[in-house]
């Protein structure tokens, strides 16, 4: 019995979200034979669904969801906040996140004092403390954006990628339950059911985190905490921040991340390169 080539097993990946190393043929001839049925035909379901998207243009598909989640959240009472993706190495250090620290290492370097943000939460810091003195309630904020992170290719990680962040000061009630509920308001909305588990942070010592089929969606936390007081924060507040990209992986039933992101190779999973 022989097995597909790891070249043929490649580019039946690229065009399926179907599991195909595990077959075997009697011969190398008919894998060929089989590997060329199987590639016709998929590549003609790719081929229709690149025309039906050129026939009837609608948003791309994370900018469906981010678009979703946004009414969502804005519904509930969320502002939302647009922060530059630039940021600066002081910002990181507030963060604890220094030459020590293991993300550290995943940075992109703008010049020797600036980064592109690999997370979102040192800006909301800023924009939560600044907006705290404009009103006696809960301060409610949200946003959605791009992060940077040098990673390993695989296919659950992009370099760029799309975070939600929302994070609630002062809220009404217990900050844990309150999380819980921002938490399920994002997974209903995203139309994905979902298990709670509690974690250990690099940066935020313990998180509770979203998981669906044992993966990681999202990671939440509730504060006072240990880094609050360097940003001025010393309420209560509740936050939480979602993998878009993911959500749409996992919800499409993709089993690569590539498919579900910016990309110049594959638009709304089907390939275009």
């Known amino acids: 019995m022989v097995k597909l080539t790891p070249s043929q097993e490649q580019r039946m990946w690229e065009y399926s979200d179907d599991i195909f190393e595990d077959a075997e043929y009697a011969t190398a001839q008919e894998?060929?034979?089989?590997?060329?049925?199987?590639?016709s035909g998929l590549t003609a379901i790719n081929r229709k669904a690149i025309t039906d998207m050129l026939e009837r243009p609608s948003r791309h598909c994370l900018a469906q969801l981010e678009r979703d989640l946004a009414q969502a959240l804005v519904e509930q009472g969320f502002t939302e906040v647009r922060t530059p993706s630039i940021i600066s190495k002081a910002a990181l250090a507030k963060m604890t996140i220094t030459e020590d620290h293991p993300?550290?290492?995943?940075?992109?370097?703008?010049?020797?004092?600036r980064v592109l943000r690999p997370m979102l939460a040192p800006n909301l810091y800023f924009v939560m403390r600044r907006l705290r003195d404009f009103t006696d309630g809960p301060v409610r904020?949200?946003?959605?954006?791009?992060c940077f992170r040098k990673e390993s290719h695989s296919t659950?990680?992009?370099?760029?990628?799309?975070?939600l962040n929302l994070v609630e000061l002062g809220p009404e009630g217990d900050p844990v339950d309150r999380l819980k509920e921002h938490i399920d308001l994002i997974m209903r909305t995203?139309?994905?059911?979902?298990?709670?588990?509690?974690?250990?942070?690099?940066?935020?010592?313990?998180?509770?985190?979203?998981?669906?089929?044992g993966e990681e969606m999202a990671s939440g936390a509730v504060g006072p905490h240990v880094l609050d007081p360097v940003?001025?924060?010393?309420?209560?507040?509740?936050?939480?921040?979602?993998?878009?990209?993911?959500?749409?992986?996992?919800?499409?039933?993709?089993?690569?991340?590539k498919k579900a992101g910016r990309s110049l190779v594959y638009l709304n999973g089907a390939k275009i390169d």
């Open 141 to 146: 904020i949200f946003e959605i954006g791009s």
């Open 31 to 39: 894998r060929d034979r089989q590997y060329a049925k199987t590639m």
């Open 156 to 163: 659950n990680h992009l370099e760029e990628f799309t975070m």
């Open 103 to 113: 993300l550290y290492r995943q940075l992109f370097f703008v010049d020797d004092r």
């Open 231 to 257: 940003h001025d924060i010393h309420e209560p507040w509740s936050g939480v921040g979602f993998g878009l990209e993911r959500l749409i992986m996992h919800r499409t039933g993709k089993k690569n991340i």
């Open 190 to 213: 995203a139309g994905m059911e979902y298990t709670l588990t509690e974690e250990t942070s690099d940066v935020y010592r313990t998180t509770l985190d979203v998981e669906v089929d």
